[in-house]
């Protein structure tokens, strides 16, 4: 069974997301120079492009990876591109509006969905952490620093 991801996790990714982009900013306008027009105007396309196509190729952010949680779609196929441009555009500013109560239905609904989510028909569940592929043992090599009982 899936677990939603909350209100409040997915607030820190969110905020870990801006944390990041906030230094990537400060580099950015450090290279390039001061700033003009079509600096914001590309940095905006940069800042939409990052939520886009990491939630697009990772279903995952990277405030989203060190807190646990995903995007996934609600019917549990595939991301696909044009859900997640909507959600990430239209449904984002959606979920702003009447002081972002879009974002405050994840604390009411079932599924935890914001404004969002409901618009792409996404969901943001829990991830389950993954199994190593290996675990640096040979065959039949046994692990010494585990003590038996």
Do not use: C
Request: aromatic content about 16%; glycine content about 8%; cysteine-free.
């Amino acid at each position: 069974m899936e677990r939603f991801a909350g209100f409040w996790v997915r607030l820190f990714a969110y905020l870990i997301d801006w944390f990041v982009l906030g230094i990537t900013e400060n580099i950015f306008f450090t290279w390039l120079g001061p700033e003009t027009s079509m600096m914001f105007l590309l940095w905006f396309v940069l800042i939409l492009s990052y939520f886009i196509l990491m939630t697009f190729v990772f279903g995952q952010t990277l405030g989203k990876m060190v807190m646990g949680i995903r995007v996934e779609m609600s019917d549990g196929k595939e991301r696909s591109f044009g859900a997640i441009v909507l959600r990430e555009t239209i449904g984002r500013v959606a979920s702003l509006f009447f002081f972002g109560f879009g974002y405050w239905m994840i604390v009411f609904d079932k599924k935890k969905r914001a404004m969002h989510d409901r618009i792409a028909e996404t969901v943001v569940i829990v991830a389950p952490l993954t199994k190593p592929l290996h675990d640096g043992l040979h065959d039949g090599q046994k692990d010494s620093s585990v003590m038996p009982i």
